[in-house]
């Protein structure tokens, strides 16, 4: 048998004076009698002036649900529900609860302030409930406390084992929130007759629009509803939540066809995103979720600025780089599409070449390799090169075979270096490089970003073995003499003025050396490296913000 705490089961509801106050002479009770007519402009002066009578509500909801007036608790919204029964059902200290993870905030907040010991299970790696490790952790366990449809992953719980669960744990209480209920079509509300370990929370904020008024009721048994009476503050609905929510019951067939429409709106909305080249994860709710990725809160911020707010979830276990997303009107969600396509075009991915896009492991360090060993006696040591590219200010072949050659004693040009070291490349590069981005994954991010390359190569070098093939798949191509009289890497000159050529708000620098990070930080563009021959340390103390084994993991960074 379901107890309440110790505290709970040894007082005794506070009982307000009974209902039908209204047209009376109220000196009973310590109020303004008169009240302020001009205060709430469109409510009778009595229904503001008068503490809220609760009766007629609980019938016109009994009559709703196929309940007993005695099975429902109004409610300060579902969230006051969810905090009466953590502190009537948890023994400070020592009651457990189990919760998933991740879930609603407050129901983990709630638990906690009630001093509740805490078991939580993950969701699936679909972001579904995991029954089974649910199921293995119930034993002992004084509540079960779900979110059905989940916020913010739209999760549902399957009825039939939730009532599997409650027959064979009868001395655990399962708490249901079922604020999202109407968008399934589905409740457990007329279940908490039957099974007397069984709570379901409901709200009126979310389908029923009265998210402002703040109503919300708690279904069960007769016995579970008394113990939370007695822990409920006794006027903690209003009068105008009371009397809009009685308004709406004689209409709720109009409710839940406007739960219908929103869900067929969020149904054409999903597949505008999907085709956007964005992942979603639906859910069973009014919302779902988008995987945006990296820079996901600056994303939020560019929809807010066009005048659409969405939430970033990427702080929630299991759902980094995902932003929350609710259906809305035609008008709404056409907007919204409007902020992606907006900014798809003034937000860049920009991709270095070398090591990034192109394997050149068999092609530039051979032939610095070979210049070396032609002006010095001294050949390249291993590691040598890629411990003066960790070093910055190196990045170009030819001013590092140029500083390779310097510490040796030996003074060479760099434009016969340059000479030399081009002649030997473009006998070379066609068979010994290897291009390395999928057209797969390409695709798709074209789809969400505008797609440019800045590459420390001239064009002579660039033109010959990557010019047509990389030019048919990217936006623009820069090469390092395209920019004359500005600083190479790591100096952000070259980065900037892509920027401007191509009027892009914001961008991500994808390349693999720490000239790269750094040239992208001064820039002020988000930094991915991509691992070839730098240590991470370097990379990271450059400022690299991701690193990825190859490019084509972009596609868990950019969460396509």
Known sequence: MIKARTAVENMSAYLPPL???????????????????????????????????????????????????????????????????????????????????????????????????????????????????????????????????????????????????????????????????????????????????????????????????????????????????????????????????????????????????????????????????????????????????????????????????????????????????????????????????AYRHSHALIFDLDDTLVDCSQSYARIVAELVSCHSDEPLRVGELNALRAEGGFNDEWDATQELLRRRGVAVTIQEIAREGQSCYLGIAGENERWSLSDEVLAQLKLRYRLLVLTGRTRAEYEPVWGKFAGSRFEHVWCRDDFDGLRPKPAPDMLLSVLNQSQVESAIYIGNSVDDMRAAIEAGLGRIAIRSTTPDAALRDAGAEYILDDVNSLREVIAI
């Open 19 to 341: 209902e039908g106050r209204r047209g009376l002479v109220r000196l009973d009770f310590n109020e303004n009698t008169e009240g302020f007519p001009w205060a709430s402009p469109g409510l009778p002066v009595e229904l503001v002036a008068t503490y809220p009578e609760y009766g007629q509500c609980e019938r016109s909801l009994a009559e709703y649900w196929n309940l007993g007036t005695e099975n429902i608790l109004l409610t300060d919204g579902s969230d006051e529900g969810l905090l009466v029964v953590a502190l009537t059902f948890i023994e400070p200290g020592t009651g457990r609860a189990v919760i998933t993870r991740p879930t609603f905030a407050l129901i983990r907040q709630y638990l906690q302030l009630a001093g509740a010991q805490l078991i939580e299970v993950p969701l699936t790696g679909s972001l579904e409930f995991d029954h089974d490790g649910i199921a293995a952790v119930l034993e002992g366990t004084n509540i079960a406390f779900f979110a059905s449809p989940d916020n913010p992953t739209g999760a549902v719980l399957d009825q039939d084992c939730v009532i599997n669960w409650c027959r064979n744990w009868p001395d655990t209480l399962f708490v249901i929130d079922e604020a999202y209920a109407e968008y399934t079509g589905r409740t457990l509300v007329p279940l908490v007759r039957q099974l007397e370990n069984l709570i379901v929370l409901r709200s009126f904020s979310k389908a029923w629009g009265m998210a402002g008024l703040r109503l919300g009721a708690a279904t069960g048994s007769k016995r579970l509803i008394d113990y939370m009476r007695r822990v409920r503050s006794p006027y903690s609905v209003n009068s105008a939540a009371v009397t809009t929510v009685m308004n709406l019951l004689r209409r709720s067939g109009e409710i839940h066809a406007a739960a219908r429409e929103t869900m067929a709106r969020k149904k054409w909305l999903t597949n505008e995103v999907q085709r956007r080249g964005y992942r979603v994860h639906s859910g069973a709710a009014n919302f779902f979720l988008v995987g945006v990725g990296a820079g996901a809160q600056s994303w939020c911020d560019y929809c807010r600025r066009h005048g659409v707010l969405v939430r970033d979830r990427s702080s929630m276990p299991a759902l980094s780089g995902m932003v929350r997303v609710s259906a809305g009107t035609d008008r709404e969600n056409r907007i919204f599409l409007d902020a992606l396509d």
